[in-house]
């Protein structure tokens, strides 16, 4: 059964970092594209980044541009995303998704993506 797995999630105070990782069960990622997604309560769930098979092309949403920073390492197995200068707004549930489907133009919306993580907390508060 194929799964994801997010992790790296916590409380960290406002300007603080994390990095998020995602790695995979029962599959190799090499051959999916992957996505970042984050769904605040009571808001809908939206794309943060995402990157391409062979890593080539990545995407963020003008929300996070600048500060997050997302990569793969295939010989890890794991997608990374990094999470600089935290807002109290990036406070959410983080979720990696995978396709084999990549279509070559920036992948940032959910219905794209066939498998999905359980999620990560994050909460930036002082």
């Known amino acids: 059964q194929l799964q994801l797995v997010e992790s790296g999630g916590g409380l960290v105070q406002p300007g603080g970092s994390l990095r998020l990782s995602c790695t995979a069960s029962?599959?190799?990622?090499?051959?999916?594209?992957i996505g970042w997604f984050r769904q605040a309560p009571g808001k809908e769930r939206e794309g943060v980044s995402c990157i391409s098979l062979y890593g080539d092309s990545s995407n963020y949403a003008e929300a996070v541009k600048g500060r997050f920073t997302i990569s793969r390492d295939n010989a890890e197995n794991t997608v990374y995303l990094q999470m600089n200068s935290l807002k109290p707004e990036d406070t959410a549930v983080y979720y990696c998704?995978?396709?084999?489907?990549?279509?070559?133009?920036?992948?940032?919306?959910?219905?794209?993506?066939?498998?999905w993580g359980q999620g990560t907390q994050v909460t930036v508060s002082s």
């Open positions: 998704a995978a396709t084999s489907h990549d279509s070559g133009y920036p992948m940032m919306r959910a219905y794209e993506y066939d498998y």
């Open positions: 029962g599959f190799t990622l090499n051959y999916y594209a």
